[in-house]
């Protein structure tokens, strides 16, 4: 992962990690189910962005260089593995 998007990538899980803390309090305070489920939401939408990032970088910095090389086997499997990638995250 390049070194930008690292620093992007981090400071965004430790938002959600406080967001995760944040719902922890929220169940054992006994706070309303709609607004804990609101909440999770709220931490999925963001792992979704964090996702997005590392896929963006991914393809910016690993398939890039496996085009780039013009290693056809690189090239396959960098898609392959991208294409799977993909359909997991649709499930």
């Keep these: ?5 690292k620093a992007r990538v981090q400071k965004r899980l430790q938002r959600i990690e406080g967001q995760v803390r944040g719902l922890s309090r929220m169940v054992e ?14 931490v999925r939408a963001a792992l ?3 996702e997005e990032e590392i ?6 910095h690993c398939v890039e260089h496996a085009i780039a090389s013009g290693n056809k086997t ?5 898609v392959a593995e991208l294409i799977d990638v993909l359909s997991r995250a649709k499930r």
């Excluded at 305070?29 to 709220?42: F, L, M, N, S, W």
């Excluded at 896929?55 to 910016?60: G, M, R």
């Excluded at 690189?74 to 960098?78: E, F, M, N």
């Design 1 to 5: 992962m390049q070194k930008q998007a």
């Design 29 to 42: 305070d006994d706070r309303y189910c709609i607004d804990i489920v609101t909440q999770i939401a709220a």
């Design 48 to 50: 979704r962005g964090v």
């Design 55 to 60: 896929l963006h970088d991914h393809v910016a």
């Design 74 to 78: 690189d090239q396959r499997r960098k």
